[in-house]
């Protein structure tokens, strides 16, 4: 563009610098005229300026907030994400237990049952250690399979020094009692110490175990839900 026509656009129609197509001088007034111009142009180049710092000042907020907005929205997605998982987790861990706790026990019953067939003292070291809790007793009977009375008998001395005061002894056969179990009788009262008891109360415990954890897994849900 150029000089005269831009100062046409900016000085407008009647305010336009005329030069006679066969000048090549130009008067005090025109160049006055010409002098003005520029300062304005100059004028016009700082106020675009500025416009163009205005806009790019103006962009990088507008991209600061929506990177904002895509991580508040991204952390939302991840904290539902979450939420999700930790649910699926409470869920797998309940049935987990439901299924973990038969199994286990299953397995020490095979586990015990091959220690009680291979080792024919095992029924010894179940009767002396039940004996330990009434070991202050003095009248004590002991009941169990015909097939561990022999190794019973054959430490009966080893069955007396788990005792204090002991008075009398005795050893027995019930039918009711399977290999490995034994119920033995005080003064005081009866011990059922039975495999099958024993599992009882393995399981129960193991349930009680298994309760205070999953109502914490569910408090924790609450807490995190409200």
């Known amino acids: 563009m150029s000089n005269k026509k831009l100062l046409s656009l900016i000085y407008g129609k009647e305010d336009a610098i005329h030069l006679a197509p066969s000048s090549k001088v130009v008067s005090a007034d025109v160049f006055s005229k010409l002098l003005e111009g ?3 142009l100059a004028r016009v180049k700082e106020d675009a300026e500025r416009y163009r710092k205005e806009v790019v000042a103006e962009c990088e907020k507008l991209k600061e907030a929506a990177q904002k907005e895509g991580f508040e929205a991204g952390f ?36 015990v049952g091959k220690e009680l067939e291979v080792s024919k003292t095992a029924i010894l070291d179940i009767v002396t250690s039940t004996l330990k809790a009434v070991a202050q007793h003095k009248k004590v009977a002991i009941y169990v399979n015909k097939e561990d009375l022999e190794v019973l008998n054959e430490n009966r001395q080893k069955i007396k020094d788990v005792f204090e005061n002991l008075e009398t002894l005795s050893l027995g056969v019930r039918d009711d009692i399977a290999p490995g179990g034994c119920i033995i009788e005080t003064e005081r009262g009866i011990i059922n110490a039975q495999i099958e008891s024993r599992w009882k109360l393995l399981e129960e415990v193991f349930e009680s175990m298994a309760k205070p954890s999953l109502k914490k897994v569910e408090n924790e849900e609450t807490t995190k839900s409200s």
């Open 76 to 111: 939302k997605q991840w904290v539902e994400y979450v939420a999700d998982l930790e649910k699926e987790i409470k869920e797998v861990r309940g049935e987990f237990e439901k299924i973990v706790l038969p199994v286990a026990l299953k397995a020490a019953k095979k586990i």
């Open 38 to 40: 520029q300062d304005i």
